[in-house]
């Protein structure tokens, strides 16, 4: 599953991100601080489901629906 197959209240765990080594996009997000093994809550997703407003590392973040195809999550275990 990936991040934009998530609804708001969903908390998820970065599992990887996808993207070639080089890839821009998959550097912007690694920077921003979604690493594999991030937790993250969905806050908010636009009508058409773009962006995506999520919670991480005690801030909140924007999200393009193209780059949250390329984060690959889990549901947060109880």
Do not use: C, N
Request: glycine residues 6%; neutral net charge.
């Amino acid at each position: 599953m990936t991040l934009k197959d998530t609804k708001p209240g969903d908390v998820v765990i970065v599992l990887k991100i996808l993207g070639q080594r080089h890839d821009e996009i998959k550097r912007r997000i690694m920077d921003v601080g979604i690493l594999p093994g991030t937790r993250m809550e969905v806050i908010k997703v636009a009508p058409l489901g773009d962006p995506i407003q999520v919670s991480l590392l005690e801030f909140d973040l924007i999200i393009r629906r193209s780059e949250a195809e390329k984060i690959v999550v889990e549901y947060e275990k109880s």
